[in-house]
């Protein structure tokens, strides 16, 4: 039994993780040769394995976010793929018997569940992370696809910008549709601060519900999305935002010397004061 958590185990289980990050990578990649399940299967493997290793992930073999977002607006047809690191949602919007899919939730350790006809399924629901697409978002709509990250590790390290530092899980969400709509597609958004985010020493930070800009290679809290209201029943952030991206809450540290934390803003102490 000692020798299973000995070196040369260790060293097994790193290059086996390793090597189906490069599968994962390798299928993700080549789109062509494989069916969408084959390709949910690919992206939830491949998030498991950076979650389950420990390594600085290699470049060569890691998705940019653009091409997770890609892959995840491509995926056709209607199912999920769910595990304790990530859910993956592709679901028809017109399922009959007044079925409506309006989202998708996760908790930590249980997984992924599709959210339909009623909201309360989130907003009444003790998650970690969650997504409602609004009514007036789908007119033209055929599928909704969502990817949700619980532990976002290749997400983390993208953006060291203004100090910013990604907090919660991620979601991806796209809409695929027949028709045009001169409607923006409206979503709520559900965070909560992951507890190896918490600050650290009474720190005080500024959240912001962001969007990870592909162009600029970094979080962007633009005035698409609302400034996130903390909901203290459930602990966790809420915003709206008016599009689809790859979401996030993003804290930002208050200087401590300067600054207080005001109504979830860092505020110079005169500001605040007046």
Request: glycine share 4%; proline share 3%.
């Amino acid at each position: 039994m000692k020798q299973k958590y000995g070196i040369k185990y260790l060293h097994f289980l790193f290059y086996y993780l390793i090597s189906l990050q490069k599968i994962a990578v390798d299928i993700l990649r080549n789109l062509t040769i494989a069916t969408p399940t084959d390709i949910a299967n690919a992206l939830s493997l491949y998030i498991n394995s950076l979650t389950d290793s420990n390594s600085s992930p290699n470049p060569d073999e890691t998705l940019t976010p653009k091409e997770v977002d890609d892959i995840v607006g491509n995926l056709t047809g209607s199912f999920t793929k769910n595990t304790s690191e990530s859910f993956i949602m592709v679901q028809q919007l017109n399922q009959g018997e007044n079925i409506t899919v309006l989202g998708a939730s996760f908790k930590r350790d249980i997984g992924g569940n599709i959210v339909k006809n009623t909201k309360d399924e989130i907003i009444n629901s003790n998650i970690s992370v969650g997504a409602l697409i609004s009514d007036q978002s789908l007119e033209g709509a055929t599928s909704l696809n969502m990817l949700i990250i619980d532990k976002p590790i290749s997400y983390a390290k993208l953006d060291n910008s203004d100090h910013k530092k990604l907090v919660s899980s991620v979601i991806v969400v796209a809409l695929q549709r027949n028709r045009s709509s001169t409607n923006l597609p409206y979503i709520s958004l559900y965070f909560r601060v992951l507890n190896e985010y918490q600050p650290l020493d009474n720190a005080m930070y500024s959240y912001s519900c962001s969007f990870y800009d592909m162009d600029a290679s970094k979080w962007n809290d633009s005035a698409d999305c609302t400034k996130p209201i903390y909901n203290t029943m459930f602990k966790r952030y809420e915003c709206n935002c008016s599009h689809l991206s790859t979401f996030a809450l993003v804290g930002s540290p208050c200087d401590t010397d300067t600054e207080v934390l005001d109504n979830g803003i860092c505020k110079s102490k005169t500001v605040a004061q007046v």
